[in-house]
Structure formats: structure tokens, C-alpha cells
């Protein structure tokens, strides 16, 4: 890997103890690699607090039979259209479907959507997965 460079990080012992038994339970192959997964979620969370251009997922599930749900959600995505990459449907079950929305957007704007399909009557959880586009 070019541009790779070595740097050393002081650490209590316990505070070691407990970062590596969060790696093992985890299944990474070394500290350095959970450190860059570390410092990429707080890049990402960054990149979300200060309203930049980021990607997600909003994924929801919800009771098919919840009468005219389907119509509010479709007018929902419409009124978005220029967030949403694309969607999958689910169907779980006989009576629950889950969705996924690929986004990509403002993140204030993605917020925006993902509160407002979670809040949407018959709509039982609704998750925001956070990724950055650079």
C-alpha cells in the first residue's frame, strides 16, 4: 500500500485490554484496521454533521394491510425522487414488506426523507445506514 505511514498511540493498559476484546468480538485481523474503521465513521460523521454530499440507505419495515400507506410512501419517494438511487421491496412475510432506499443527497435533505418514512402511520421500524460518497 503507497502512502502507508506508521505512527505510534499511548494507551492505557485497560483501555488496550478492552479495545482488543471489542476486536476479537469484532473478528478484525489487526488493531490497525479497526483504527481505520474508527477514523472513517468519524470522517463519515463529519461529513454528515456539516450537510455535505454523503450516500445511504434507509431501510423500514412496515404492515402492508395499513390502509392507503403504500399510496403516502410511493408520493413520499416521488416528492424525494432526486435523492433515491433506487428501491427494494421485501415481503417478509403475510404481512409485513421491508424497503430499502439507496440515497444519495445533502444530508440534511436524506434526514429529511428518512424521518419522514419513518413516521408514516404502519411504518413498525425505520433504520438510516450513514456512508460518505468520497
Do not use: P
Not at 471489542?22 to 456539516?50: F, M, N, P
Request: aromatic share 6%; proline share 0%; glycine share 6%.
Amino acid at each position: 500500500m503507497s502512502g502507508l505511514v506508521r505512527f505510534g498511540v499511548s494507551l492505557e493498559k485497560g483501555l488496550l485490554d478492552q479495545f482488543d476484546a471489542l476486536l476479537r468480538g469484532k473478528k478484525y485481523t489487526s488493531r490497525s484496521e479497526a483504527i481505520r474503521d474508527l477514523i472513517r465513521q468519524e470522517i463519515v460523521r463529519r461529513e454528515w454533521g456539516e450537510d455535505r454530499e454523503v450516500a445511504g440507505a434507509i431501510t423500514y419495515i412496515y404492515d402492508h394491510h395499513q390502509r392507503d400507506l403504500l399510496n403516502r410512501v410511493v408520493d413520499l419517494q416521488h416528492d424525494f425522487q432526486k435523492l433515491i438511487l433506487s428501491t427494494q421491496h421485501v415481503h417478509l412475510d403475510h404481512d409485513h414488506c421491508l424497503e430499502i432506499v439507496a440515497v444519495k443527497g445533502k444530508a440534511s435533505d436524506i434526514l429529511h426523507l428518512a424521518d419522514q418514512l419513518r413516521a408514516v402511520k404502519g411504518v413498525r421500524h425505520g433504520t438510516l445506514s450513514m456512508s460518505s460518497t468520497e
